[in-house]
């Protein structure tokens, strides 16, 4: 099993659901965030590139300017090892704009699982068919 952990913009989390939904994973643990990568960023640009990445090339250059951490989505899905790659493919559907800011998806080993009502351990306690 692996986590995929996946870190987006704000306003693609509703565009991601539907993709991960569709691809057979509708499945998924959702935190708000905050964060920045390696440019410096300034909050209200950074807002406005979410809300419109359309008219991020005339806005990015100004974003290295600041050092705020710009509101993001954090996804968490545990799967098969045989489906990290339809996962990660739907995500990145979903969320690539081709511009600085699209996210983040990292791959992680899960060692175990246990389903807390059940007491079912490994691959089941994550099986949606089983509860």
């Known amino acids: 099993m692996k986590e995929v952990l996946a870190v987006i913009r704000m306003n693609k989390i509703n565009q ?21 990568g390696r440019q410096a960023v300034d909050f209200q640009l ?13 806005l990015l250059p100004l974003l290295a300017q600041g050092h705020r951490l710009i509101p993001k989505r ?8 045989d489906n990290v790659q339809q996962v990660v493919d739907a995500l990145i559907q979903a969320n690539q704009t081709s511009n600085p800011g699209d996210g983040k998806i990292f791959v992680l080993p899960v060692e175990d699982s ?3 009502s059940s ?5 089941v306690a994550v099986d949606e068919m089983t509860g």
């Open 16 to 36: 991601t659901k539907a993709a991960l939904s569709k691809a057979g994973f509708p499945s998924v643990t959702a935190v708000k965030v905050v964060g920045r």
């Open 46 to 58: 950074a807002k406005a590139i979410n809300e419109n990445p359309q008219d991020s090339s005339d």
């Open 74 to 81: 954090m996804l968490s899905l545990v799967v098969p090892d």
């Open 114 to 116: 246990v389903r807390v």
């Open 119 to 123: 007491g079912e351990t490994g691959a």
